[in-house]
């Protein structure tokens, strides 16, 4: 099958969150399972190519409600790979610092820089001649795109194109004023509360729900929270009205990056057969925060961004109580919400030799943490995927985490045959604490049944091989859907 990706992030030449993980990863496991696979993104200012994009001869007359826009396009791989990367290159929007906003908050004309993303990726198939069978689009930035296909392009070659819409994150919709919906070029009729009218606004990914052939959600538990209220925000409805439509696909993760067996930021190789290694990071870890050096005591860890998202407020409210009441130590690598950070860098403060805190970002900190650490804890409120438990487990810490999204679905209850991990499901801080206490218990208790989980982790599945083939799936469906 052709199939055209367009978005706006794709690690590593632009990313800022797991959607440009996914962007980045998925193409090349697509090509090898023998789909011709373009990507289409804005040419920003500080892309990370390797080889300066070579400029095409092709300049794109874009049709926004703007008037009509000229766009160059140069081209370039996905680093590591033979994928094409189409660059829309239109300075006035996409030269600057950015992806989507400044330390300020988002640009203002954020609907025209992602309208011209949009239709100009269409435009240019056009041009080029290349008509894909399947355009993915991820997120709010590029759901115009199935409505574009479904209205005014729809008695062009492109019409026959099937369209499939990845949410990554619910929480960002892209809501604008609906004063400036006619930028779009969309027909007005679009606009209407079964399209992209939204109680006074314009919300995009809710059109780009209506309008796509086929919806996917990167976990299967996620695609079931968003279809009630809580979950939903806001969405629910259309979500429960498309449901026969929406699948669920779990991430994989990047596994060249993330080999313990190879990773230069451990002092020693990890393997699900020889552990050893682990002791060795544990041992590093504990000195480079200045904890009391001693092995017998379990070592708890986080890496996370501190947001109301990711309920680390949670372990704040038992953390006294639980490192009061065992012999755990903890160490976070995170920064986010000033008040977080400042309460747990009070923390290690009044415990210097079982609590290690490093505010800030820090690659190769956080590889040591899944090396080293005993158990990386998550208590997000939700979570569509989640990565860190998967590097987790691939590392031997084990994940204590809560039962949503994508952490119920990749992490097993360590009662279970094949388990892997620590569940507790609701949000409340005592509900955490009885989870800490009982890996602590199990730590102290049984070696080999800790080793067991360890090892399962280890061994586990997290290739984008298999989602892949799941995608696959989806577009043969989507494809279906579109010729019946
Ligand atoms: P989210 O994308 O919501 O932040 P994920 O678990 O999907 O959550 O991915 C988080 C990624 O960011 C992981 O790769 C994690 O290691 C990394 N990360 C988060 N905070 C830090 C930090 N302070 N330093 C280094 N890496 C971090």
Known sequence: MKILFVAPEAAPLAKEGGLGDVVGALPPHLEALGHDVRLVLPQYRGLRTTQPPRRREEILFVHTGVGVQFAAVAETE??????PVYLLEYQEYFDRAGIYHTREGAYPDNHRRFGLLSRGALELCLVLGWIPDVVHVHDWTTALIPAYLNTILSGTPLGQTASVLT???LEHQGRFPVETFPDTGLPGWTLRPDGFGDVGAANWL??????????TTVSPTY???IKGPVGGCGLDGVLRFKAADLIGIVNGIDEAAWDPATDPHLPAPISADDLSGRTVAREALREEFGLDPDLSRPLFGVVSRLFAQKGMDLFLDIMDRFLG????????????????????AAEARARPREVGVYLGYNERLAHLIMGGADFLVMPSRFEPCGLSQQY???????????????????VLPAEEPHGTGFLFEPILSEALLEVLLRAVDLWETEPTRVAALQQNGMRRDASWGASARQYSQVYEWAAAARRG
Do not use: C, W
């Open 78 to 83: 996905l680093p590591g790979s033979k994928v």
């Open 167 to 169: 949410i990554h994150n």
């Open 206 to 215: 809710k059109g780009g729900l209506y309008h796509a052939d086929k919806l």
């Open 223 to 225: 695609a079931e929270e």
């Open 325 to 344: 009441s065992t012999r755990a130590q903890f160490v976070l690598l995170g920064s986010g919400d000033s008040l977080e950070e400042e309460r747990f």
């Open 392 to 410: 987790a487990m691939r590392y031997g810490a084990i994940p204590v985490v809560r039962k949503t999204g994508g952490l119920a679905d990749t």
